[in-house]
């Protein structure tokens, strides 16, 4: 007999006593559904999914601001990406040569930010705008050393052939002319000149090593302004094995000085700057989350987080925003007139200009800390984040500085209210953000994905689901039942799911998982 298909089948082969049942049956299946439905639903508890608040761009100054929000227009993505951006550039264009007095102690102004984006959210873009001014100047400046160089390279090639003349002649001299020799031999290698190089500001992926180098090479300043994950594997010890010192990085964030000591060479570096502006993938950052040295070393409360909701899939392809040449223009000119003075002539000295905070500045400031201060001592709302917030009045006093040196421009010698209340909110803003960041590095494997589940349901808007529709939807992922069944099984942990057996015709129950609705707001 063929399988019954519909009650006009079950009709014709049992007659229209087994319909009448059947009906009866499926009116209590859906009444036992509405009451499971009726019970309240648990706040839902999502580990990394927290949702943060967005950034405006306003928070930046003038051209800064109007450029982090016309390339976030141009390219469709959260204005945070554009803010951490620019904040990098302001560091990799002012650090090692301002500090700020904060009264008890001097900060200097290297930046450290990271946005937390997934892959497809246009972060080479955003990142290309913002370079590219830097590139221009260091063209500039090899353009206007290249012939200086030349000459300066071709005095050291012949005096160090003059040098290996004279160690040859010495080699078959008596005492008498050995001892003339090796006088002419210290004077050739005391007046030949060092080794010029044209300023870098800024690479794009360092190891330690290059990192001492580039230090010593540009003044003790160096930034690492980059798209691409290569230099969060190294400070994870992921490239490594959790080996790799990190010390002139940590040095290069407090100001402290460098001294390194090599059979080949010795690094000294007084007051090493190094600022950071990165974008990394979720994914990143999760993997990271097992590395012991990423954590224990401080590395990871240093940095300001960006963790901004996506917008893909919201996107308009048809939507085109250029960003105007005349801000692109203005944007270049000001980032350049920073530049002024830079490097310094020959003589001219390195140290660098020390700001202060005016009164009013300085008491909101004050505030601020003892606000930050009251709040994650233990059992308080930022505990999680000691070690972070622990930093964070320091971090909002380098980046009101950086603000008011690119209202005021390098005349400045105080730190104004406005720049403070700009940055304060932008620290205010960093909370929420740094707690999703910390969560995706507690996340294991199994809250990857569980969330990745979340995002399909979210992205379908689903009130309720199957396994073996989720499992069809999203096979790419989850190549066996059980790993999917993991992941259902911790979103019902989370509270964001229940499950429902239903009573079908054929007496077998069937499985649906009824979606929270709070998920879905």
Known sequence: MNARTDFNDQGFSEGLAAVAASVASAEEVNAELATINEQPWPEPSIPGVLRTPEVPCNILPGV?????QAVADCTQTPTAM?????????????????EIDCGSHREILAFWGTTVSASGTRKSA???????????????VSDRMRREIIRNEAIRSTT??????????????????????RDEIEREEIGMPDEMKTPSLFTEDSTPETMQRLLSENSGRMAV??????????????????????DVFLKGHVGSALKVARAAHSIYVKRPCVTMSLMI????????????????????????YAVPVSNVGKRDVRKRHRVPDVLVDAYDAAVQSLMCGYPPEAGESLKPKILVFDELADDLWLDFSQEIENQHGDGGPLEPLRDWTSKLAGAVARIATLIEIATVGLGAEVV???????????????????????????????EGDAIHVLKWIRGQALEEFTQRGAHRALESRFKTTEKLKKAIDKLHAWGCIRQ?????????????????????A
Do not use: C
Not at 226 to 238: N, T
């Open 416 to 446: 104004g209210l406005e720049s403070m209340h700009q940055a304060i909110k932008l620290g205010r803003l960093m909370i929420p953000h740094t707690q999703a960041a910390f969560n995706l590095l507690g996340a294991d494997s199994t």
């Open 126 to 140: 955003v990142m290309g705008h913002f370079q590219e001014p830097l590139l221009h100047w260091e063209k500039l």
């Open 225 to 246: 302004l980059s798209d691409e994950p290569g230099l969060f594997r190294i400070l994870g010890g992921l490239y490594s094995k959790g080996g790799a010192s990190l």
């Open 64 to 68: 800064w601001g109007q450029m982090a």
């Open 82 to 98: 554009s803010v951490m951006a620019v904040l990098g550039v302001l560091g990799a264009v002012l650090h090692g040569r301002y």
């Open 160 to 181: 160090a052939k003059r040098i290996e003349s004279l160690k040859q002649q010495a080699a078959k001299a008596n005492p008498e002319e050995m001892k003339a020799l």
């Open 500 to 520: 429902i057996q239903r009573k079908t015709l054929n007496g077998r129950p069937s499985v649906v998982f009824s979606v929270n609705p709070g998920v879905l």
């Open 281 to 304: 993938q979720p994914d990143m950052v999760s993997e990271l989350a097992g590395s012991n040295q990423f954590r224990s070393s401080g590395l990871m409360a240093r940095f300001f």
